[in-house]
């Protein structure tokens, strides 16, 4: 599976990359119906990862290298066979209320389809609803239906969760990610009545070709999601310092995001937004993926970076657990040069602005999508629940649609044994006695690996590197001001950084073929009357080889996948 003590070994890796936190994925107890997003004891490792001491060794190894760690709090919702839950399901119990419970629809038969209490679906397929033959009432549960939601208006739900976050940070970790935190307030109207459970049909959002209507517009941003982050900012955070926290925001606007982490509102440190991976799809579902318009990504992150101008903060991530690979989605993984030069150029315009980047693991080596044919190579319940929802039950999408929308948006191509080596699985598993991992190591292992990458000057491995080190030795990256140029453009994603006196301008050609600096953009370079030896010594980075691009830069066209990030003044 990949252990702890499997991350204490590669630390040196993290190190040597230069990155400065480390967040983990969840590792508490869980039966792994969701990779761990599922936590039945939240004071415990999961077997599968090690043990409490495994985890403190990693702390301390991590810390004498300089690296801080993030665990991930998933406290919208538990397993259902954490405690808690097990309590709840009985209404005499003092847990009664700490879940979302419901009796069934007036009229109808406790457990009979029709009798949930309102038509929300769940994100992993089916109703939001589950019945509880014990309790003789529905819970509900955005997620699956062993991820059943907690009440967070209950306020010993909230001192267990805060009390649960303490330990941790005593414990010596650095901070959360915060899994859809922005989630864990649900709209009740003045009757404690959820929308559409008064037997109205949600007419905003009515169910869709699936039979059912979704929760998302109604629980994203809930109402009492400010005063909850602050109550927990109050009982965790007041009297700690060098902490860490990013909560994960689907569905917050970039306007909330500078209100939840502008630090006068004593929130949160940063927020992950989504708009900016949810350009290329239509209709708003992920299965029907439609090609990158770069005018979309460059409108939803403008956005996101204008909003944070004077307030709040941002983060930066094309890349994560969720998403697939950058470098097949949106750059070129057909050939081996335009893997690396595409990899290269994403990470480039993502880490030149504004904001902290996040790093997935592998995609420092351009890790590309696991380009599965068949549904058993799947193991996330969502890709395996949406493929029969979609295709066997609901009969909207042909099972080969399915399976090419799964191959480019399935959370599974980021989950793949990371690329240690070029051995038979890939250094993944036990160096002493290989084993066959969970799910299948990506065969393109042999040539995308660690091993190769770390002392090769131009792998994406070394460029990632750089492109770290950059940000941490210039101001003007990490924290000057941000401008697009040419946000017209299709081809070319260009924007300048600014500090005081020095300005830095960022080209990127996010496409395979030559195209010619726009208009703006051409403007900026040719007011700065750099020659060739000025641009050679004013290039703080580039794809390419230098002499490449100082002959781009004078001729103002860009090879394809070219990126270049220049001092201007
Ligand atoms: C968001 C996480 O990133 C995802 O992996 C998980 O399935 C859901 N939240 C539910 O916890």
Redesign the pocket.
């Known amino acids: 599976m990949g252990d702890l003590k499997g991350i204490t070994s590669r630390l040196d890796y993290l190190a040597d990359l230069g990155v400065d936190v480390l967040w983990l994925s969840p590792v508490f107890k869980s039966p792994q119906d ?2 761990g ?2 936590i039945s004891d939240y004071q415990d490792i999961d077997p599968l990862f090690g043990t409490l001491d495994d985890m403190d060794e990693l702390l301390a190894q991590a810390h004498e290298r300089g690296l801080k760690v993030v665990m991930d709090l ?1 406290v ?2 538990t397993s259902d066979e954490h405690s808690w839950f097990q309590a709840s399901r009985d209404k005499n119990d003092e847990h009664a209320d700490w879940y979302i419970w419901r009796a069934a629809r007036d009229g109808y038969t406790p457990g009979e389809p029709g009798a949930e209490p309102n038509k929300w679906g769940s ?2 397929g089916g109703s939001a609803w589950q019945f509880d033959e014990k309790r003789g009432e529905y819970f509900l549960h955005q ?1 699956s239906k062993k ?1 059943p939601d907690l009440n967070w208006e209950n306020p010993a739900v909230r001192q267990a969760v805060y009390a649960m976050m303490n330990w941790w940070m005593d414990r010596g970790i650095d901070g959360f990610r915060m ?2 935190i922005t989630q864990i307030s649900k709209p009740y109207d003045t009757q404690g009545r959820l929308p559409g459970e008064d037997g109205s049909e949600l007419e905003d959002f009515p169910a869709g070709s699936d039979g059912y209507s979704s929760p998302f517009p109604f629980c994203s941003d809930g109402p009492r999601v400010d005063e909850f982050l602050a109550e927990m900012r109050r009982e965790v955070f007041a009297h700690r310092e060098g902490f860490l926290t990013v909560g ?1 925001a689907p569905g917050i606007t970039p306007k909330r995001n500078e209100h939840i982490t502008n630090p006068d509102n004593g929130e949160l440190d940063m927020l992950f937004l989504f708009n900016h991976v949810d350009v290329d799809c239509e209709n708003g579902t992920k299965w029907n993926p439609t090609p990158l318009r770069l005018t979309e990504l460059k409108r939803t992150l403008s956005e996101q970076q204008q909003a944070v101008k004077n307030n709040g903060w941002a983060s930066l991530f094309f890349n ?3 998403q697939p690979r950058a470098v097949s989605r949106w750059g070129d993984d057909s050939t081996e040069e335009s893997r690396s030069l595409s990899a290269k150029a994403l990470g480039l315009l993502l880490h030149m602005h504004r904001g902290t980047p996040y790093i997935y693991q592998g995609e420092e080596l351009g890790m590309t999508n696991a380009h599965f044919t068949r549904l058993e190579q799947y193991r996330d319940l ?1 890709s395996i629940n949406m493929y029969h929802q979609r295709v066997d039950e609901a009969g909207i999408q042909s099972s080969e649609s399915m399976m090419d929308a799964l191959a480019r948006r399935g ?1 599974d191509n980021a989950r793949t044994p990371m690329q240690w080596d070029a051995s038979c699985y890939a250094g993944f598993t036990a160096e002493d006695a290989p084993t066959e991992p969970w799910i299948s190591v990506n065969p393109n292992h042999e040539h995308i690996n660690a091993v190769e990458e770390v002392c090769d000057s131009n792998s994406v491995y070394s460029f990632y590197k750089q492109l770290i080190a950059l940000r941490h030795t210039n101001p003007v990256i990490s924290a000057g001001d941000w401008q697009i140029l040419d946000a017209s453009n299709e081809q070319i994603y260009a924007f300048m950084r600014s500090l005081g006196d020095e300005r830095v301008l960022v080209l990127v050609n996010v496409s395979g073929s030559a195209v010619d600096v726009p208009a703006e953009s051409a403007a900026v370079l040719a007011a700065s009357g750099l020659d060739e030896h000025s641009i050679n010594q004013r290039l703080l980075l580039s794809t390419y080889e230098s002499n490449h691009a100082v002959s781009s830069v004078l001729n103002q066209r860009l090879e394809a996948w070219e990126g270049i990030v220049l001092r201007i003044d």
């Open positions: 969701d990779n997003y599922d998933v919208n919702h994100y992993f997620y991820q899994d859809v994960e994560n657990h969720d969502e959370r």
